[in-house]
């Protein structure tokens, strides 16, 4: 096949930006993905691998009570993080089964009392994919749909809430938004159509950011996982209202262990890096909190003042600090992530999948799929700097003024041409 | 995921990018695929005694997408219409390493491809009408 080749220019080896003094490459900008083990946890945990090994349900002997005591606590530690008591909290092996154990458990244990559970288009897939679950079981599901802003309203939850509704399932702040829902009062709108109704809440991604307070909030069972809050992988928390009791039948049956919820030998040295983390953050959230929202807001900023064309999703007023949730208007979000390989971020864009849908979290909200497609979301957190942020800046803008200067939609737009007036042809 | 160096290399250094005049005769232009899909390409020919004589494109799209039509128009350059129209995305597929879930990329660049010959050939029978 006669092929002509043009001659490709060499690789551009050197970096499309200059990189600050003091700031390391890669760049961790994905902190509500996961984030690394804060070394004062990791710390804590050690001796627990090889010195105090004990099974802590082993009441006979030294070791078991090491471990025992070191458990306790860790639980004491997790449950002043949130508002809650030590006796309240359930060791699990992350949020998913926190959050499966949650509604599964008390849809199951209430089930004379109903059979609907009620929750949002935009939670994270451990609670739709639970409630999709209990769906096929024969269980009523209602899923709300959030406004443009990402938050549903108190009256149209206490709306969706009949004389059958066991459980409400909302989360505090959204994974890919950040979006914080007003929860206190969706929960005084929730018990005031239906008394006997519980509120189960996934606050994996407010824990430690945000305060949260269990008890002001007056709910009735919270879903935690610690690796979110500079903790280890494999280890969360439900946290269980004992005043009035709430009860909840156990996905794992065994030795009875964390009293009878969840039965299964406690991972001691993870348990522990969960209470260290939890105090960490609890010590740190007042000064933390607000260095995180400086950092977003000049990432914002910063973004803003060399770029057009940005579209933030989601209420920036009602919104973890950490996050930053973007579109890049004409830039296609994988390809821009591709430019920022020195900067791990996320794109909403599903190009790596085989459905090539964008995110659901910001189709639920109404972004247009040709935005939705160009976001991507920066989850600041205790470990970025302000030099780092300022390179992600630099990078951001240099690559999305590269990708532009590539992209037909952004030549139809300068030419003043709308993109919605075109017969496109979907694939 | 990992791309392909060639993948890469395409999508740091695309050749070809840029935009031909869609109205002159002897340009033929292609623009495939949809916003909402995260895939638009736009990839326009010159033509000069039935043979292409410069290629441009621009790419709204994945890596993958980007160095699809970068590398289409890299083949078609010298070629007849016939010979750019007989393209097929496999081989564009095996020339980048291109996975299971970007096969789509060098189908829409395939498309483009024939799209912008389709458009050339319907503006010179439009103009041998006219003669």
Request: hydrophobic residues 30%; proline residues 10%; charged residues 20%.
């Given at each position: 096949m006669a092929t002509t080749v043009t001659a490709a220019?060499?690789?551009?080896?050197?970096?499309?930006v200059a990189v600050p003094a003091g700031v390391t490459l890669?760049?961790?900008?994905?902190?509500?993905s996961t984030t690394p083990v804060d070394p004062r946890v990791l710390e804590a945990m050690l001796p627990y691998f090889t010195q105090h090994f004990g099974n802590a349900a082993s009441r006979n002997h030294s070791f078991g009570w090491a471990a025992e005591a070191a458990v306790d606590n860790a639980r004491a530690q997790v449950a002043a993080l949130i508002g809650g008591d030590a006796k309240e909290i359930v060791f699990t092996s992350g949020a998913t089964e926190a959050i499966n154990l949650a509604i599964k458990g008390a849809v199951s244990y209430y089930k004379k009392q109903g059979n609907h559970v009620v929750t949002v288009e935009t939670e994270h897939k451990a609670t739709l994919d639970t409630c999709k679950r209990l769906q096929r079981d024969g269980i009523e599901v209602t899923v709300l749909r959030p406004g443009s802003d990402g938050l549903v309203t108190p009256q149209q939850v206490a709306d969706a809430?009949?004389?059958?509704?066991v459980v409400v399932s909302i989360m505090l702040?959204?994974?890919?938004?950040g979006v914080i829902q007003p929860l206190a009062e969706i929960v005084a709108a929730v018990k005031t159509k239906n008394g006997k109704t519980l509120v189960h809440s996934d606050i994996v991604q407010a824990a430690g950011k945000i305060p949260v307070d269990v008890e002001a909030l007056k709910l009735d069972l919270a879903s935690l996982s610690a690796h979110k809050m500079y903790g280890p992988k494999g280890i969360g928390a439900l946290w269980v209202r004992r005043k009035p009791r709430i009860r909840i039948d156990p996905l794992i049956d065994g030795g009875g262990h964390e009293r009878g919820m969840r039965s299964g030998t406690l991972p001691v040295p993870l348990i522990v890096g969960f209470g260290k983390a939890a105090e960490v953050a609890a010590a740190d959230l007042a000064t933390e909190g607000p260095r995180m929202l400086a950092l977003r807001e000049r990432l914002h900023r910063g973004i803003n003042a060399r770029l057009v064309e940005t579209y933030v999703n989601g209420s920036l007023e009602h919104r973890l600090p950490g996050n930053l949730n973007i579109s890049f208007a004409f830039v296609e979000g994988e390809s821009l992530l591709m430019a920022l390989k020195d900067v791990a971020v996320s794109s909403g864009s599903a190009c790596t999948s085989a459905s090539l849908e964008p995110s659901y979290v910001l189709r639920a909200l109404g972004v247009g799929e040709e935005l939705a497609h160009t976001s991507i979301r920066f989850g600041l957190g205790r470990f970025n700097t302000e030099a780092e942020v300022d390179y992600t800046i630099d990078l951001v803008a240099t690559s999305v003024e590269r990708l532009r200067e590539l992209s037909p939609l952004w030549e139809m737009h300068q030419d003043g041409i709308d993109i919605k007036s075109i017969q496109w042809t979907p694939h | 995921m990992a791309y392909s160096d060639k993948v890469i290399d395409h999508y740091e250094?695309?050749?070809?990018v840029g935009s031909l005049g869609k109205d002159e005769d002897d340009v033929g232009t292609g623009l495939v695929g949809a916003p909402a899909c995260g895939d638009v390409m736009k990839l326009q020919i010159r033509v000069k005694d039935g043979v292409i004589s410069d290629a441009k494109f621009k790419t709204f799209g994945c890596g993958s997408a980007i160095a699809s039509s970068s590398l289409a128009t890299e083949m078609i350059k010298g070629m007849t219409l016939d010979q750019a129209a007989s393209i097929r995305n496999t081989e564009i597929v095996q020339e980048l390493n291109l996975p299971p879930v970007k096969i789509h990329c060098s189908v829409l660049a395939e498309d483009a491809i024939k799209a912008a010959v389709d458009d050339y050939k319907k503006k010179q029978a439009a103009r041998d009408a006219q003669a």
């Open positions: 220019p060499s690789s551009t080896a050197t970096r499309l890669p760049i961790f900008m994905d902190n509500h809430v009949t004389d059958k509704t702040a959204n994974n890919e938004i | 250094n695309p050749r070809n």
